[in-house]
Structure formats: structure tokens, C-alpha cells
């Protein structure tokens, strides 16, 4: 068998198994559907996110390293009376969000990987200081989840939130990124709709994973009806 062939054979088993798996989102309900854009309005979850620095691709890998770190054992699970303390795996859920993050900002805690920048009026997803971050399988409390060893990855809870969706195919460069975001955003202000916050980028698949086959997602926090 030619070394073509194997790798061939080897990427197809690899896509036949990942969509054979069953991985945890974060639960939300569409609200409105128009083309490839979505409404949704997310309950809440915990995300385990690190804060990094370098171009977005830089970033979102050293990101992705701490975190999968922390989910893969680099923890130390909750005390339980009689049982020796140990860590934990945690299963990998989807997406893996990547997004700016100003300087002066501070880690508050940490949803799929996403990119935003960090000022929320910015047009570019450019910066050298991002946030990444992996929601947290739902099973899990701040109480029950495995708290890092890693300072560099911190925990939160992100609160229940509505946000404008745009989802398409394909690589993520920075400028096609930006494409889609702006795309985004001209949907938003046609409906005299504001962002609340920075755009976010959020992933689905795995680096193996065919162009075609890719989800990812541009994300917008918008306001809820009748909120201030």
C-alpha cells in the first residue's frame, strides 16, 4: 500500500469515527433563522479559559495546549470525604472559541474555540492578546468541576445570553475571518440590531478535519427584547 493511500485511508477512518462521537454543545434554542445566520438564545455554562498572546492562530494553539492540559488531568478533583484526592479527565465538548482581549482587562472566569476583539465597537479580529476558552461539559457545577493547576487557566460561568450566529465552512484566515464578520455585523445594523460585545470565532472540528466538512461560527452577543 502506497504512503498516499495509508494516509488517505487513515483520515477517512479518523472522520467516519469523529462523526461516530457524540459531542456536547451548549444547549440554546433558535429563536430565528435567516440563511446561514441563526438567533439564539443560549443557557447558561461553564467555560475553563487561558489568556495568551500572539497573531490568532499563535494564540488559539497555545491556548488550546493549556487547556487540553487542565481537561486531560492536570486538575485536582473536588475533596470527597473517605476518597484520597486525585484529578480527573474531563470529555471535550465543542466549539473552542478564541477572541482579542484588551491589555488592561483582567481574567474574570470562562464558550466554542471563539475569536473576538477586544474593544466591542472594533471591526478587526486582530490583537495580540486573546482569550480561549472550552465550555465545560453541563454536568459539572463550579462546586463539581476539577479546579486547574495551571494558574494560567481559570474557571467561570458564563450566564444565560442571546446571541446573532453566522455559520459557514472552510479554513479560518484572519482575513477570511474578518469577512465574516463584517458580514455579521451589516446583518445586525440592517435590523437596528447592536453588538454587546466583541465578535467571537468558534470552532467545531478537529485540524484534520476536511474544508468542507469545518463549522465554524461568527458569534455577536445581542440585547434581549426588553432588557435595558
Known sequence: MTSTLHRLLSAAL??????????????????????????????????????????????????????????????????????????????MT???????????????MTAPVTV??????????????????FVMPSQYTLATLPKPKNPAVTLREVPAKRYAVLTYSGFNTESRVQQRTEELRAWLQARQLSPLGPAQLARYDPPWTLPMWRRNEIMFEIATPGSP
Open 94 to 108: 465543542a466549539p473552542v472559541t478564541v477572541m482579542p482581549d484588551a491589555p488592561s482587562q483582567k481574567i474574570a
Open 14 to 91: 479518523l472522520l467516519t469515527g469523529l462523526n461516530a462521537m457524540a459531542i456536547e454543545e451548549p444547549k440554546f434554542t433558535v429563536l430565528a433563522k435567516d440563511g446561514a445566520i441563526e438567533q439564539r438564545q443560549y443557557a447558561p455554562f461553564l467555560v475553563a479559559e487561558a489568556v495568551v498572546e500572539g497573531d490568532m492562530d499563535e494564540a488559539s494553539n497555545r491556548g488550546f495546549r493549556l487547556i487540553a492540559d487542565f481537561i486531560f488531568g492536570n486538575n485536582q478533583a473536588p475533596d470527597i470525604p473517605g476518597k484520597a484526592s486525585s484529578s480527573a479527565k474531563i470529555a
Open 116 to 133: 473576538a476583539p477586544a474593544d466591542p465597537g472594533a471591526s478587526p479580529m486582530t490583537g495580540n492578546r486573546w482569550r480561549v476558552h
